[in-house]
């Protein structure tokens, strides 16, 4: 790519990207000067966390006490003393939050997943969190300039916040997040705050990151497809794209629909729970399975290489025996050889070898190369078998050797100060609901006759059609703009001073979906978007029909997905 540009603007800015995983967290930010090159750096210091370094990642973790105040967060909460506390005091500890944030339609089971607590919403445990993160953030930097203090309060009232977020996730949880930015106080709750959010999958960020790195450089120069597995705490989030070279520069476009597999190291770490829970029930250590688990989590399952090594969870003292369990010198032993540990990774590996599949079948360019990132890459045994199973079909495997847990906060940035994706694929079809004129020599009408109405006008219409405004699978640029026609007929003037319309999004497998009745399980409304259109109500005409005098207001609805946000707009015409 070519070298970035100085920036151009006459003061001082602050762009934070803040990448709040399930289970653990990081930040970058760039401080944009005026005639200087901007530069990606990390926060590297969450007080009172010992370590200072590159890994720039903390716990995401918050806990509660029983007045529902946050008292722990983050490294805090990773205290020891903190720990003991929490359990004197009967504080709640919640960990893997943004999960809960989830759409609906994800296959997630929902007792998995540790519950919110008392009282408490997953926005509002996101805006706990980021105001924890926040005021990491302020320290850091005032600490790390001269004048740090000043130059805060100078830049803090218009700091550019970058967000990340699964594959997938749209409207509905991208309003969430944005509420907890203002609940957490780094933006008011006016327009002018809320666009200094901005969001950024994290499937699309870890692009941005790996091509800042020069990973992939080969392959893309070929016009060959790269794609990206970001396999975090919660989530494994797949995204595809090539490089195009135009006139005014080099840029990517998304060649395969991104996905989001909720296949995350922790659920690699919850069926190693089910498998303790099962043999150590009715054993003296049936009450320490949640520490075993936990060990296994830190260790274990990082070490495992090979189904067929035996595995070791190292969780107690040296006394501990029992032969009966595999238990000697306080570790458990756990057969390798038969695929007990190998079988805790396995539905994570065949998810993403189901997905990176149907993302070589669906994309018409070629696809090379595999980028594997984020915390979960650090296993040996998922990245082996990855290449193992991937190679033989023209599938090159590999991971960036350090600084994953920072690729999605980075990348964060580099999405706003770079842009390197142009054109993104359409994941499922959007459009509303209309009447269509009754047809009686049409079968899918005549099969809804019963479902018929008479509109203003005294026109026969028939209920529930979808028209669709974007179909699935299709690339839409950064620029490109959705649109159609409607036309919204009422009685008086007075009923068309606000128009408002609900924006739906189908889900299933139907290229060309076309009726709500059919399905309906895979409809859902993405947002409403409400028009004041008073003013162009008033110059109306009025029309005369079979149930008397009525009035036609012409309207689009236009849809954008250029960016990483749904835009949805209602337009019209006035004084022609």
Same mark, same amino acid.
């Given at each position: ?12 800015? =602050? ?14 930010? /760039?401080? =944009? *000067? ?41 490294? +805090?909460?990773? *205290? &020891? ?10 504080? &709640? ?19 998995? =997943?540790? !519950? ?13 969190? @980021? ?78 990151? /790996? ?48 996905? /989001? ?33 936990? /060990? ?49 990774? *396995? ?32 296993? +040996? ?14 599938? +090159? ?7 994953? $847990? ?57 209920? &529930? ?23 919204? @007929?009422?009685?008086?003037?007075? *009923? ?19 009726? =709500?009745?059919?399905?309906?399980? $895979? ?18 005409? !009025? ?31 006035? $004084?022609?």
């Amino acid at each position: 790519m070519a070298p970035r540009k100085s920036f151009s603007g006459t003061t001082q800015k =602050l762009v934070l990207g803040i990448d709040v995983g399930t289970t653990y967290a990081g930040m970058s930010y /760039c401080l =944009l *000067q005026p005639g200087k090159i901007p530069s990606i750096l990390p926060i590297t210091r969450f007080p009172p966390q010992d370590h200072i370094g590159g890994d720039s990642k903390v716990r995401s973790v918050v806990y509660y006490d029983p007045a529902g105040r946050a008292k722990a967060l983050g490294a +805090e909460a990773m *205290q &020891e003393s903190v720990i003991e506390q929490a359990e004197e005091g009967g504080w &709640e500890k919640t960990e893997w939050f943004k999960l809960h944030m989830r759409p609906a339609s994800s296959t997630i089971r929902p007792n998995s =997943l540790p !519950p919110l607590p008392t009282n408490k919403t997953s926005a509002d445990v996101f805006a706990d969190f @980021l105001r924890y993160l926040f005021s990491c953030a302020k320290t850091y930097i005032a600490d790390h300039y001269p004048n740090g203090n000043a130059l805060w309060i100078a830049l803090q009232d218009s700091i550019e916040f970058v967000l990340t977020h699964p594959n997938g996730w749209e409207g509905e949880q991208q309003a969430l997040m944005r509420r907890a930015t203002v609940i957490a106080g780094l933006v008011p709750n006016e327009s002018k705050g809320h666009e200094r959010v901005h969001f950024v999958t994290e499937g699309e960020a870890s692009l941005h990151f /790996c091509i800042l790195n020069g990973l992939a450089a080969d392959p893309l120069k070929q016009g060959k497809g790269v794609m990206i597995v970001d396999a975090g705490g919660g989530t494994i989030d797949i995204s595809t794209y090539r490089k195009v070279t135009r006139p005014k520069g080099e840029s990517f476009e998304e060649i395969a629909p991104a996905k /989001c597999l909720f296949q995350g190291s922790i659920f690699v770490s919850d069926r190693a729970k089910e498998y303790l829970t099962t043999i150590l029930k009715g054993s003296k250590y049936a009450d320490d399975v949640d520490h075993i688990r936990d /060990c296994f989590d830190k260790t274990t399952k990082l070490k495992f290489r090979s189904a067929d090594d035996w595995s070791y969870i190292k969780f107690g003292r040296p006394r501990d025996k029992d032969d009966a369990l595999n238990i000697a010198n306080g570790q458990m032993k756990i057969a390798g050889c038969v695929n007990v540990v190998a079988g805790f990774f *396995q539905p994570s590996l065949e998810a993403i070898i189901r997905t990176v599949n149907f993302q070589c079948r669906t994309s018409d360019i070629p696809i090379s190369c595999i980028l594997l990132v984020g915390g979960f890459a650090a296993s +040996e045994w998922l990245y082996s078998e990855l290449k193992k199973r991937l190679s033989p079909i023209g599938l +090159e495997v590999s991971r960036p050797d350090s600084h994953v $847990n920072k690729a999605v906060s980075d990348g964060a940035v580099s999405f706003y100060l770079d842009r390197f994706v142009t054109a993104r694929i359409a994941k499922d079809t959007y459009g509303i609901e209309c009447g269509v004129k009754y047809n009686p020599s049409d079968a899918e009408h005549a099969s809804r006759s019963k479902s018929t109405y008479m509109d203003e006008s005294g026109d026969l219409r028939v209920f &529930e059609k979808f028209s669709s405004i974007l179909l699935k699978n299709v690339r839409v640029s950064e620029t490109k703009e959705f649109r159609k026609s409607y036309s919204v @007929l009422k009685g008086a003037v007075s *009923q068309l001073s606000a128009v408002d319309i609900n924006i739906l999004r189908y889900r299933g497998v139907c290229k060309d979906p076309q009726w =709500l009745d059919i399905d309906p399980d $895979n409809y859902g409304v993405l947002c409403t978007v409400r028009a004041d259109t008073s003013k162009i109500a008033k110059t109306l005409k !009025p029309r005369h029909g079979q149930r008397g005098v009525y009035y036609d207001l012409q309207i689009d609805v236009v849809l954008s997905f250029g960016l990483t946000e749904l835009k949805a707009q209602i337009a019209w015409v006035e $004084n022609v």
